[in-house]
């Protein structure tokens, strides 16, 4: 295997993540004490839930990517297989 100065810092960067990793879960005890969850998997245990006040009034923005291939609601392929003449995808953008 050639080593060359990419690959060199790549491993190096590997590494020191790694180890920091590795320190941080050294760092936290296996020992702590965890209460016990308020909620269990069935809707009526989260009927009782209440939204938090900040919440409610928080604002967050929100990244939607729309594009041609997202009107026919045909997955990530789409824009690529509606030019094979045969195909789905092809005879849907052809007759719409």
């Known amino acids: ?3 060359t100065r990419r690959t060199l810092i790549k491993q190096g960067a590997l590494s020191v993540a790694a180890l920091r990793a590795g320190r941080m879960l050294a760092s936290v005890s ?4 965890i209460a016990p969850k308020p909620f269990h998997p069935a809707l009526e245990s989260f009927k009782q839930y209440c939204v938090p006040e900040w919440f409610r009034d928080a604002k967050f923005g929100i990244w939607a990517h729309w594009s041609a291939q997202c009107v026919p609601e045909a997955g990530d392929w789409y824009a690529r297989q509606m030019y094979i003449q045969g195909n789905i995808q092809y005879n849907y953008h052809f007759k719409h």
């Open 30 to 33: 296996s020992k702590q004490n």
């Open 1 to 3: 295997m050639k080593i």
